[in-house]
C-alpha cells in the first residue's frame, strides 16, 4: 500500500489545457515536494512545501498544501509539450524519511 | 558544481551475482539516501546515511547494504541478485541532518538489468 496517492495515474492532453494532479495520503508531513522526472532520469525537485495551506507558484506551475498538510495538488495551467513527464509527489516524515507516491505520467500532444 | 554523480549508468548481471553502485553527492551535501525505481513506479526508499552511519531504512532485505565514506560519497551493495533486483537505483544528496526536508538532489541513476 503506497502512504502517498497520486492521481490521475496518467494524463494525456491537448496543448493549451489546464490540468491538477492530487497528491493525498492519511499522514501528516513535515514537508510535501514535487519532482519531474523525464525518462532514463533522476527526478529533479520543483517545489517544497511546508506550511498547511501554502501556496506556492512556478510559472504555470501552483502547488498548494492542504491545511492538515496530508495533501497535496499541483496546476498546470496552458500546459506545452515541454511539461511532458512523470510528476512525483514526495512527502517527508519526521523532517527525513522520504515517501513517493507512485506518479502521474503526463503527456502533452502540441 | 558538478552535482549527484552516479556509477555506472547501466549494469547487467546476473542471477545469484552481486553488485556495487556508487554515487558522489552534491558538493557541500552529507546525506545520502539510495532509491529503487521500478518501470512505471514511484521510487522507493531503501536506506539513507549521515555521518557515515545508516540512519533510516525502508522495507528491503539485508541482501541491500551500504556504506557511506569519509568524503561523503556512498555505495549500495545488492548480494544474490534476484530478476526483481532489475530497476533503476537512485542516489539523493542533501545537506545536514534534515535535508531531504527540504528537497533533495538525486542523480541520473544506474539501470540495473538482472538476467
Known amino acids: 500500500t503506497q502512504l502517498l496517492e497520486q492521481s490521475p495515474q496518467f494524463l494525456s492532453i491537448q496543448e493549451g489545457e489546464n490540468l491538477t494532479v492530487y497528491c493525498n495520503s492519511s499522514?501528516?508531513?513535515?514537508?510535501l515536494q514535487w519532482y519531474r522526472q523525464e525518462p532514463g532520469e533522476g527526478p529533479v525537485l520543483l517545489v517544497t512545501?511546508?506550511?498547511?495551506?501554502e501556496v506556492k507558484k512556478l510559472k504555470r506551475l501552483t502547488f498548494q498544501f492542504g491545511d492538515a498538510r496530508k495533501d497535496s495538488s499541483l496546476h498546470i495551467t496552458a500546459a506545452q509539450p515541454g511539461d511532458t513527464g512523470l510528476y512525483l509527489c514526495?512527502?517527508?516524515?519526521?523532517?527525513?524519511?522520504?515517501?513517493f507516491g507512485s506518479g502521474t505520467k503526463l503527456n502533452v500532444k502540441p | 558544481d558538478a552535482g549527484v554523480t552516479q556509477s555506472p549508468t547501466h549494469l547487467i548481471k546476473t542471477r545469484g551475482q552481486q553488485v556495487t553502485l556508487r554515487c558522489s553527492p552534491k558538493?557541500?551535501?552529507?546525506?545520502v539516501s539510495w532509491y529503487q525505481q521500478a518501470l512505471g513506479q514511484g521510487p522507493q526508499f531503501i536506506f539513507q546515511?549521515?555521518?557515515?552511519?545508516?540512519?533510516q531504512r525502508g522495507n528491503f532485505p539485508d541482501r541491500f547494504s551500504g556504506h557511506q565514506f569519509p568524503n561523503y560519497s556512498s555505495e549500495l551493495n545488492v548480494n544474490a541478485l534476484l530478476l526483481g533486483d532489475s530497476a533503476l537505483y537512485l542516489c539523493?544528496?542533501?545537506?545536514?541532518?534534515?535535508?531531504?526536508?527540504?528537497?533533495?538532489?538525486f542523480g541520473q541513476g544506474t539501470r540495473l538489468t538482472v538476467v
Open positions: 539523493a544528496s542533501s545537506p545536514g541532518e534534515q535535508g531531504p526536508w527540504r528537497g533533495a538532489f
Open positions: 499522514s501528516v508531513f513535515s514537508s
Open positions: 512545501v511546508v506550511t498547511g495551506g
Open positions: 514526495a512527502g517527508v516524515h519526521n523532517f527525513n524519511k522520504f515517501y
Open positions: 558538493s557541500g551535501h552529507d546525506t
Open positions: 546515511y549521515y555521518e557515515e552511519e545508516e540512519r
